[in-house]
């Protein structure tokens, strides 16, 4: 059985709501691994996510809609705990981990393709977690 390569990249998100481009990280994280592989990135968080997008400008739309679906105020039995069930529910929404193919070393994204790490209740310091598989 073969053994999986690990690593975390640690981030510091400045804003409540914010999606920080980490596709140079996984970029540099892939370059090291054989054609065949996959590579698995997932946050530990459940009030961040990870997304796959456009950049220009889409990252400020995104927190938006989000925004518009699940309003930070209502009327959530979560909210009488820590006040941040709107951010949970945009976490269970994105989703907290995305499976990306690498070919010669590199991420097999399409063109206009990065890879968001998405904060829902910051600024905060927060870990991602890759694996290679």
Partial sequence: MEKTKTNTIRIKTTK???LIDITDDLKKFAERVENGSVLFVYTPHTTAGITINESAGIEQDVI???SKIVPEQNEYKHNKIDNN???HIKSSLIGCSKIIPIKNRKLEL???QRVFFCEFDGPREREIILMLL
């Fill in 64 to 66: 938006e809609a989000l």
């Fill in 110 to 112: 399409g063109t206009w």
């Fill in 85 to 87: 069930a709107a951010a």
């Fill in 16 to 18: 409540k709501e914010e």
